[in-house]
């Protein structure tokens, strides 16, 4: 990660001295000269991160590099922003700010130069990778991502657990006269959740209960988040926005009235604490005969607590010959042998597992990525011996794993450890993200490609987990082991990358801690400034995560070199000196309501001064305080690529200043305006020509899309979504002419409609909602109608009794998508088979 940090830094230095010239008029040549002299230190730590865990010496000579690379990217970041800010400063202040950077730049030069003369201490005289370039295998010898998002490829990692499997099965299906909890016990990475999973999805299961629900607790346990997880699992009606506004105590009577009179299987996974049980089993009642609470955690004192009559199901470690069956089919995936000239060293690793399933699934992935030779299989092997003087099994295969990833994907594995414990993690907002920080130099459908490759290829070492996919098949969300992530965490600490703080009291920081580049903060916590205030010189992202009563009464000006900041309650004072953050690129908002009768919120009208802005979220935790005024400076953001609103109803913002936005690529937004406005919304979105993702939300409007809208020469528009009254649907060559996905909500439409999105020609995913149509019968009469469609969603079409698709029609349909249709009796017989029901 040494080689990581100068290579950000070099590169950072490079953007600067073409991009900003200007600002660095009077030490260009003193950036430019340390580059060069971080640029030939870079090429001696190839294998730092190898080498330092043999060598303390070494260790400590990695540090310092590190310490003067991240010194470097502050001293220049900081001089480049003073002189943005302050473009209006007279001569004698710009000669004294340009006097202090050429003094820092000097002293850091000559720290480097002195680091540099060190390595031949160390015996540093070369790279030991430079022989083994062209390691990894072709793409025909890997496991492809697509094969890892099969919902049965966990499953499979299951080795020989036939007893287990049937002693829960028994423990599970008896019928006892009263509610009963089963527990899997074991230490992380044994399959307890997968075991789990396996169990949630058996078909004997599936038909012995009558509802289910399978939640996550985890380390960072939530009562309320879990009693709204498994209320909205057994009672699939029930309104989320509705439960928030529960207490606690109230949504565990609800649960208690929901599952009282059913047999009930409810699933907690990963439970740490006897008190998380003491909070929860209340809402459990009796249930009817058989019902059951089946745990998996790691403490087998939280299992007897549980339920001192049933004897935990404690999986075993696998024995050699099971380890070496795992090993092939993630190191070999297709083939039924592993090479002989192989196996004796995939034995001596499997010894070194100890029997650990995740140990042998992470190794497998990385194996999977190497040359099937003795040599390079050696090696790997070598790598392991070495670690396991200081560290155990499981650790030694992750830093093994770790060490052996790109260092562009280092740091697209730490950064994953910034979000919550069983997070489900969005492709889309690690786009936004990425780009931000500046892991991604791309834009666009470039950089959506570029974070999947960087997901699909940590898949395929088996270092992340596919959470979920779209409607279409592509990677929607991503998931990381706790294991994984705790390693992510520790790791990010050592490189001063990242920090977390989640749930437990806050203490100063210290100094090296204060140097970190990212800082999360889960749940509430007080004096939050005075924690942060250490931090601000060197932050370049603060993210809060379920912040729901704290109150950040300090304002973020001296977070001057921030370029991310997300999930900021407002209102709040933190955001009113927002526009000194110049360097701001990802800003995330979160509006709460600070008083019963406060109805809306106004934002400041400094946020017109980030000119660097990339993406602005705003969005709301109450689904009745959604009104914001917005100030009219929005328009000044001509960086600016989503504008991302919500459910947050727009007050006053001036929509015809909104073409001024041009490298707008995702627009989200609702309206409340007057129908004559609409019409000028609609022109001015016309002149988004790079817009790539419209939701338009007129439905509060009392208007009705314009006929006249056209959005034929918005090229790059793959996706879509309208809400509010249309009723005649405009032309097929007036829709974008790319377009892959649509859905439409209280559109009202006209019934010849439905030959008119027929016509679109590359329309894979269409939506019909809520009063989208108020027909009995939908008819799809021509013979070449949705000639690419996939899959068609019907939901809340309460007046719809029947579909028919004539012969010719929809020929390419792989899934049909029925939720809330009651009164449907008829769809043709060729769908029967793929059709699915909610």
């Known amino acids: 990660m040494a080689e990581f940090a100068i290579s950000t830094v070099v590169e950072k230095l490079t953007s600067c001295i073409t991009e900003e010239a200007l600002l660095l008029e009077g030490v260009g040549g003193k950036v430019e000269q340390l580059r060069n002299e971080l640029r030939w230190m870079q090429s001696f730590l190839k294998d730092a991160d190898t080498e330092q865990e043999k060598n303390e010496r070494f260790r400590n000579w990695v540090s310092q590099i590190r310490e ?3 010194d470097a990217e502050d001293v220049i970041a900081t001089y480049i922003a003073e002189a943005a800010s302050h473009s209006s400063w007279n001569i004698a202040a710009k000669l004294i700010n340009l006097h202090q950077a050429g003094k820092k730049i000097r002293e850091i030069k000559f720290t480097v130069q002195n680091i540099s ?6 015996g540093i005289t070369g790279t030991a990778r430079e022989g083994r370039e062209g390691t990894s295998a072709s793409p025909n010898e890997r496991l492809r991502w697509w094969r890892h998002t099969s919902p049965n490829i966990e499953e499979d990692d299951l080795v020989d657990l036939v007893e287990d499997t049937k002693a829960l099965l028994t423990q599970l299906s008896s019928m006892d006269p009263h509610r009963r909890v089963v527990s899997i016990v074991g230490m992380g990475g044994l399959g307890k959740t997968t075991l789990a999973k396996k169990l949630y999805n058996h078909c004997d299961i599936t038909k012995q209960f009558d509802c289910k629900a399978f939640v996550y607790v985890s380390n960072d346990y939530s009562r309320r988040d879990t009693l709204q997880g498994i209320i909205a699992a057994t009672s699939p009606d029930c309104n989320m926005e509705d439960l928030k506004k529960l207490a606690e105590e109230a949504l565990v009577l609800k649960l208690y009235e929901l599952l009282k009179e059913r047999r009930y299987l409810v699933v907690l996974d990963d439970i ?35 339920d001192p009559m049933n004897e935990p199901i404690e999986p075993r470690f696998l024995t050699q010959e099971q380890s070496l069956l795992l ?21 001596q690793m499997m010894a070194k597992c100890g029997g650990l399933p995740l140990a042998v699934v992470v190794l497998g992935g990385l194996l999977s990525t190497k040359r099937k030779t003795v040599e390079e299989w050696r090696r790997v092997l070598q790598s392991i011996d070495s670690r396991l ?27 994953l450890g910034i979000f919550p414990e069983d997070s489900s993690i969005l492709k889309t907002k690690l786009i936004q993200l990425w780009v931000a920080e500046g892991f991604l130099l791309q834009q666009g459908e470039e950089a959506a490609e570029s974070v999947v490759e960087c997901l699909n290829k940590l898949v395929d070492r088996c270092m992340i987990q596919v959470g979920t996919l779209t409607s279409l098949g592509s990677l929607k ?3 990381m082991h706790d294991v994984l992530r705790d390693f992510s965490i520790s790791k990010g600490r050592e490189e001063s990358f990242l920090e977390i703080y989640s749930g437990q009291k806050i203490e100063s920081p210290t100094s090296q801690r204060t140097k970190c580049r990212r800082l999360a903060i889960h749940g509430d916590h007080h004096d939050l400034y005075v924690f942060l205030k250490p931090y601000a010189s060197c932050l370049r992202s603060l993210q809060f995560f ?17 370029k991310v900041l997300d999930g900021v309650p407002f209102p709040s004072r933190a955001l009113s000196a927002v526009g000194n953050l110049i360097q701001l690129r990802y800003l995330g908002v979160v509006l709460r309501r600070s008083h019963m009768w406060q109805l809306q919120l106004k934002l400041p009208r400094s946020i017109g001064k980030l000119k660097n802005l990339q993406t602005l979220k705003v969005e709301t935790s109450d689904p009745d305080f959604r009104w914001c005024y917005f100030p009219d400076v929005i328009w000044k953001l001509k960086n600016l690529r989503h504008l991302l609103l919500g459910q947050v109803i727009i007050m006053n913002f001036r929509l015809n200043t909104i073409n001024n936005l041009t490298n707008l690529r995702r627009l989200q937004i609702a309206l409340l305006s007057q129908p004559e406005h609409l019409k000028s919304v609609v022109s001015n979105i016309e002149r988004l020509h790079c817009l790539e993702s419209l939701s338009l939300d007129f439905n509060l409007s009392n208007s009705t899309l314009p006929r006249a809208i056209s959005l034929s020469h918005l090229e790059h528009l793959r996706k879509l979504d309208l809400e509010g009254e249309i009723k005649k649907l405009p032309d097929p060559h007036q829709f974008p002419p790319n377009l892959i996905k649509l859905s439409l909500f209280n559109s009202h439409l006209e019934e010849d409609s439905i030959v008119k999105l027929g016509s679109l020609p590359n329309l894979k995913m269409l939506l019909l909602g809520l009063n989208s149509c108020n027909w009995t019968t939908l008819v799809c009469s021509s013979s070449e109608g949705f000639p690419q469609l996939h899959i068609l969603h019907l939901q809340c079409l309460w007046f719809l009794e029947e579909l028919i698709v004539e012969e010719g029609a929809m020929m390419k349909l792989k899934n049909l998508k029925i939720s809330r249709c009651r009164g449907l009796r008829q769809i043709p017989e060729r769908f029967k088979l793929l059709t699915t029901y909610s």
């Not at 003369?117 to 160390?122: M, P, V």
Request: glycine fraction near 4%; include cysteine; charged fraction near 25%.
């Open 389 to 415: 003087i200081d560290q155990d099994r499981l650790s030694a295969v992750l830093a093994l794993s770790y060490n052996d990833l790109p260092f562009p994907l280092k740091s697209c594995f730490l950064y």
């Open 68 to 70: 003067v690379a991240l």
């Open 546 to 562: 379920n912040i729901r009563y704290s109150k950040l009464d300090f304002v973020f000006k001296d977070f001057k070199l921030l």
């Open 477 to 479: 969300a991503v998931h």
């Open 327 to 347: 090993l092939r089919k993630k190191a070999f995936p297709g083939m039924n042998e592993m090479p002989s000239d192989l196996e004796n060293l995939g034995r």
């Open 272 to 306: 740490w604490q006897t008190e998380v049980w003491d909070s929860m089993q209340s809402a459990f009642p009796r249930g009817k005969k058989g019902s059951k609470v089946m745990l998996t955690t790691r403490n087998k004192e939280v299992a007897l607590y549980a």
């Open 117 to 122: 003369s060190q390595k031949a201490h160390f």
